[in-house]
């Protein structure tokens, strides 16, 4: 006696779990995918139906047979659970309340299989009948006899179930997707002859077993190779999209060897994708840049995220600067199997910068110059007043030497006289000085009110001149990182702007707050308050513009420098109308402490 139909079953139920096992870690490895993952547990469910329809045949008593049965019938029904909802994936047809209620009602089924003293398939205790096959085999009788209120009602669910399903195959066919709807089409097809085979059986009008587990398996064939064509299709798609991404990507293993390059990778380095691919940086770069690359791929696999990198590569003895944003890619615990890299040439844009950079710093020089020049004819008479002390000084201490003898204590003091004065037109040309100076930034840790008096002095005689009454509010130790010309620049550019706007006051009303405090959030804050005509209110949000000015000799460029140097050194400056007159600028700075690192920076 030949035994064919068990371990053809046996087989059958293997291929299925496999397919369980194959689009289950897809949908593993690629969470998105939930059509994978109710396709796997279909499959799954179908290899364990195989298996107890196998037992079924395998009966030897009429209890063994009743329950291999009921759990036949329940795995059976399990996949019309989960079908609604693959239907609804597959085919995009988003109909969740009617998939919602197919479902319900077939699990609803499941469970009434279960608790059926028999099953759904006997109305009381059965007779084990065999039944012998064409070529000869014996087994079971599983042909249907007693068919119960409950086996017809989950027939008219699986009849529901498969209407659902035709009818989503055809609006997936007509919304375009002829491809996908042809082949579940054909896989439907199939199924539904072979399941519906079992009732012709059962009803007797043909002579043989039962077909149903063939439908499954016919299914999950046809669906497999569709579900296996489609992802093949998203992956070549992907790789599609990547190669024409003008940045350079790349993936590699955890051990530095590359996986996949896009088409911009082979044209900068002359490298194919078949040709990289097991090669390591060392195939194509110098072993130093190679192992700077290697370093900076283990950091990111370290780290388990993503990190951003300046990575410069000499390409025909020209240096390219790229910025590199490189991530790992987990597996389902968390473990990093690879690491992919999206690398943008930057080299343009960071010689653009220096040049914006030089550019912002002539501005800033040719400011500088012009407020300088504004207060020439002050700076001068501050000059005068020391040199003419100086000349006098020594033309007196002249005349004391040619005493008899000479007086020690006039010369002692005449000499203190000369030394105080020429130490104070030395402060003023060292300021002037270094307001002039265009050398590239530096910034160090500077007290802003001792700065912000240097200036005050530095217009002493401007202040004079103008009838400008100066008052001061300078708190000690404020310190900044910054470059303490610019800022003195701002503190010069805003004491200007004040005395030209306090010009048309009349005399003993122009006065002029210069205030410097701590403020909170590790801030110092600094003011600038005048007695003058005020802002327009509707100009407000406009003084900071490059170019805008009220004044008719203006360049409108003082108030944008000021704004450009303050945010180069991460602080803000804006300006308010005061409550009775005139206007107060305010500007920030971060305290020094809580500005990283030291030494010279480059705006």
């Known amino acids: 006696m030949k035994t064919i139909l068990l371990p053809l079953l046996y087989g059958l139920s293997g291929l299925c779990a496999y397919a369980a096992l194959h689009h289950g870690l897809v949908a593993l490895r690629r969470p998105v995918e939930r059509t994978q993952l109710l396709f796997a547990a279909i499959a799954f469910l179908v290899s364990a139906y195989i298996v107890a329809k196998a037992g079924a045949y395998q009966s030897e008593t009429a209890?063994?047979?009743?329950?291999?049965?009921?759990?036949?019938?329940?795995?059976?029904?399990?996949?019309?659970?989960?079908?609604?909802?693959?239907?609804?994936?597959?085919t995009e047809i988003r109909l969740g309340w009617f998939a919602a209620f197919l479902s319900a009602y077939m699990a609803a089924?499941?469970?009434?299989?279960?608790?059926?003293?028999?099953?759904?398939?006997?109305?009381?205790?059965?007779?084990?009948q065999f039944f012998t096959l064409p070529w000869g085999e014996t087994v079971a009788d599983l042909r249907v006899r007693q068919r119960s209120g409950w086996f017809l009602a989950a027939w008219s669910g699986l009849y529901l179930v498969m209407a659902y399903s035709v009818w989503a195959c055809v609006c997936q066919h007509r919304r375009g997707a002829r491809r996908k709807a042809v082949t579940f089409a054909f896989a439907l097809g199939l199924f539904f002859a072979l399941t519906l085979f079992n009732q012709v059986v059962n009803f007797g009008l043909v002579n043989f077993i039962h077909t149903a587990e063939f439908g499954f398996v016919a299914l999950l064939l046809v669906m497999s190779l569709g579900l296996t064509r489609e992802l093949r299709e998203s992956e070549r798609r992907m790789r599609a999209v990547l190669g024409h991404v003008p940045a350079v990507v790349y993936m590699k293993d955890t051990e530095g060897r590359y996986l996949f390059i896009n088409r911009?990778?082979?044209?900068?380095?002359?490298?194919?994708?078949?040709?990289?691919?097991?090669?390591?940086?060392?195939?194509?770069f110098p072993a130093a840049l190679a192992e700077s690359f290697r370093a900076n791929d283990k950091r990111?696999?370290?780290?388990?995220?993503?990190?951003?990198?300046?990575?410069?590569?000499?390409?025909?003895?020209?240096?390219?600067?790229?910025?590199?944003?490189?991530?790992?890619l987990l597996?389902?615990?968390?473990?990093?199997?690879?690491?992919?890299?999206?690398?943008?040439?930057?080299?343009?844009?960071?010689k653009n910068e220096e040049e914006m950079r030089l550019l912002r710093l002539s501005i800033w020089h040719a400011d500088r110059v012009e407020r300088t020049g504004a207060i020439t004819s002050s700076l001068a008479h501050e000059l005068n007043q020391p040199l003419a002390a100086i000349l006098s000084n020594a033309q007196a201490g002249l005349r004391f030497l040619d005493r008899e003898p000479p007086e020690a204590n006039e010369l002692h003091a005449i000499l203190e006289d000369i030394v105080r004065d020429d130490k104070r037109a030395s402060a003023v040309i060292t300021g002037l000085r270094a307001m002039l100076k265009?050398?590239?930034?530096?910034?160090?840790?500077?007290?802003?009110?001792?700065?912000?008096?240097?200036v005050v002095k530095l217009m002493h005689s401007e202040f004079l001149t103008r009838g400008v009454e100066i008052h001061c509010d300078l708190a000690a130790d404020c310190r900044v990182r910054?470059?303490?010309?610019?800022?003195?620049?701002?503190?010069l550019n805003l004491a200007m702007n004040a005395i030209e706007a306090m010009a048309e006051q009349p005399a003993g009303t122009r006065h002029l707050w210069l205030s410097v405090a701590a403020a909170t959030e590790g801030k110092v804050k600094a003011a600038v308050r005048d007695a003058g005509v005020g802002i327009?209110?509707?100009?407000?949000?406009?003084?900071?513009?490059?170019?805008?000015?009220?004044?008719?000799?203006?360049?409108?460029?003082?108030?944008?420098?000021?704004?450009?140097?303050?945010?180069?050194?991460?602080?803000?400056?804006?300006?308010?109308?005061?409550?009775?007159?005139?206007?107060?600028?305010?500007?920030?700075?971060?305290?020094?402490?809580?500005?990283?690192?030291?030494g010279p920076k480059s705006a």
Request: some cysteine; proline content about 5%; glycine content about 10%.
């Open 482 to 491: 910054a470059d303490k010309a610019q800022i003195q620049q701002v503190m």
């Open 536 to 598: 327009p209110p509707e100009l407000l949000g406009k003084v900071f513009d490059g170019f805008f000015t009220t004044k008719s000799q203006g360049l409108g460029i003082g108030l944008a420098v000021c704004r450009s140097i303050l945010e180069s050194h991460g602080g803000r400056i804006w300006a308010e109308n005061n409550e009775d007159r005139g206007a107060t600028f305010y500007l920030t700075l971060p305290l020094a402490r809580e500005v990283g690192g030291a």
């Open 264 to 284: 911009r990778f082979e044209e900068l380095f002359q490298a194919g994708n078949d040709a990289m691919a097991g090669k390591t940086d060392h195939a194509l």
């Open 109 to 128: 089924m499941v469970t009434i299989n279960q608790m059926l003293p028999y099953g759904g398939g006997f109305i009381e205790f059965p007779t084990l």
């Open 63 to 90: 209890a063994q047979l009743v329950s291999m049965r009921r759990w036949e019938m329940s795995l059976g029904l399990g996949v019309f659970v989960i079908l609604p909802w693959f239907v609804n994936r597959y």
């Open 331 to 350: 597996d389902a615990d968390g473990i990093p199997h690879a690491v992919c890299g999206v690398s943008s040439d930057v080299t343009l844009q960071r």
């Open 300 to 328: 990111v696999l370290e780290a388990r995220r993503p990190i951003e990198f300046e990575e410069i590569v000499d390409r025909n003895g020209a240096p390219l600067i790229y910025e590199s944003l490189k991530f790992p």
């Open 438 to 454: 265009r050398q590239d930034t530096h910034r160090e840790r500077i007290d802003l009110g001792r700065s912000v008096d240097e």
